[in-house]
């Protein structure tokens, strides 16, 4: 059990996705995505393994919800600034963690 302290901890944040590009030289098959959150955040960078569900181009204008204060971490050669959210669906693959209704990209997950 963590507490709601260590659960403030994590700054989730809402962000459009603003350019999608396939990532073949990845191990397993990903995108790269580059993600809008708006005033200080800005755009930033990072790879999922969403080839199941989604593609380059119709990620484009999608918001999602991310992890915005983790180190940045090397995956493969995207430099990833971000974790973008997802859930398995039945098949391990991913569904991503989206708000229902549009929101200001960088609004914050309370």
Request: net charge negative; aromatic share 8%.
């Given at each position: 059990?963590?507490n709601f302290d ?39 960078r990072s790879s ?63």
């Amino acid at each position: 059990m963590i507490n709601f302290d260590d659960f403030a901890k994590l700054d989730i944040r809402a962000g459009t996705i603003t350019r999608a590009e396939p990532y073949p030289e990845a191990r397993k098959p990903a995108i790269k995505l580059w993600v809008d959150f708006g005033g200080e955040l800005g755009e930033k960078r990072s790879s999922a393994q969403l080839t199941a569900h989604y593609t380059p181009e119709g990620l484009v204008g999608r918001q999602v919800m991310a992890v915005v204060n983790f180190p940045p971490r090397q995956i493969g050669k995207v430099m990833s600034e971000v974790l973008v959210l997802g859930v398995p669906d039945e098949n391990g693959e991913v569904v991503l963690v989206t708000p229902d209704h549009d929101v200001p990209n960088g609004g914050r997950l309370f």
